[in-house]
């Protein structure tokens, strides 16, 4: 189950953007998963960076692992994670990747969950499995 929790009140296609995550989900072989996505505007996302990361400002995805993936022993948690989504910069920076801001969060919800996942992108070639998804989720139509 993907729950899409908008906090801002405008974000226009949540059914999309469950619909695509529940694809990528499946996908990976993880359609028994959970998820949960905050859309959020510049100063929360502000507040979560300082109080996490301890960077100033906002940034555009922050992703919330319920268990890490080396976390052994431990019991299976069927809920994955949580995205964090600034939908304040997913407009700001949709033109400069040739979409919309609908798009754009698409795009980082994929890459947070991408992260929830256990990849990381510390190097060019590791950025394939978040390309991968983000493609994925831009092609996803419903049936």
């Known amino acids: 189950m993907v729950e899409i929790l908008d906090e801002t009140g405008r974000f ?7 619909g695509a995550l529940q694809a990528l989900l499946a996908a990976a072989g993880l359609a ?3 998820l949960t996505v905050v859309l959020v505007n510049d100063a929360a996302m502000a507040e979560r960076n300082r109080a996490d990361r301890g960077v100033e400002g906002p940034t555009d995805v ?3 692992p319920t268990a890490e993936p080396d976390d052994v022993g431990m019991p299976f948690v069927p809920h994955l994670g949580d995205v ?3 939908l304040d910069a997913a407009e700001r920076q949709a033109p400069d990747h ?4 609908v798009a754009e969060t698409l795009v980082l919800a ?10 990381d992108h510390p190097d060019d070639a590791s950025w394939a499995p978040f ?7 831009l092609a996803w139509r419903p049936a």
């Open 32 to 34: 028994d998963r959970d």
């Open 131 to 137: 390309h991968a998804a983000q493609r994925a989720v």
């Open 98 to 101: 040739g979409h919309d801001g």
């Open 62 to 64: 922050l992703s919330y």
């Open 84 to 86: 964090l989504i600034d």
């Open 110 to 119: 994929a890459h947070g969950l991408t992260h929830l996942r256990g990849f």
């Open 12 to 18: 226009p296609a949540p059914e999309r953007l469950r």
